[in-house]
């Protein structure tokens, strides 16, 4: 299984990032799908999660703000991240709900 991550960038408190994930050796519409970030000096959290029924999950941090979601005919899962904040900065990763080994992740930076 590989999963490259992309999309990440600098952005001001209030913008947009749209990340994507590029996936191969698995389907992501027959996996449990997830986003993860690790902010400087913590521990990596789950942000984000799409089941194979196509439920979706937020952490409490980015409901209302985040959407994930899944393109079956290209294999990727995307993040749309509004209304970013500062604290919200970190490498984002997208891997299983149950992880593989990790792929490269992508850097979200927000400045206040």
């Known amino acids: 299984v590989q999963l490259q991550a992309s999309g990440g960038g600098l952005v001001q408190a209030g913008g947009s990032l749209r990340l994507s994930c590029a996936v191969s050796g698995i389907r992501v519409g027959m996996s449990n799908m997830r986003w993860y970030r690790q902010a400087p000096g913590q521990e990596r959290e789950s942000v984000a999660s799409i089941f194979r029924s196509g439920t979706t999950v937020y952490a409490d941090s980015v409901r209302g703000r985040f959407t994930i979601s899944r393109d079956n005919a290209k294999n990727t899962v995307s993040l749309q991240m509004n209304s970013l904040k500062p604290e919200d900065t970190g490498i984002y990763y997208c891997?299983?709900?149950?992880?593989?080994?990790w792929g490269q992740g992508t850097q979200v930076t927000v400045s206040s």
């Open positions: 891997n299983l709900v149950a992880p593989y080994p």
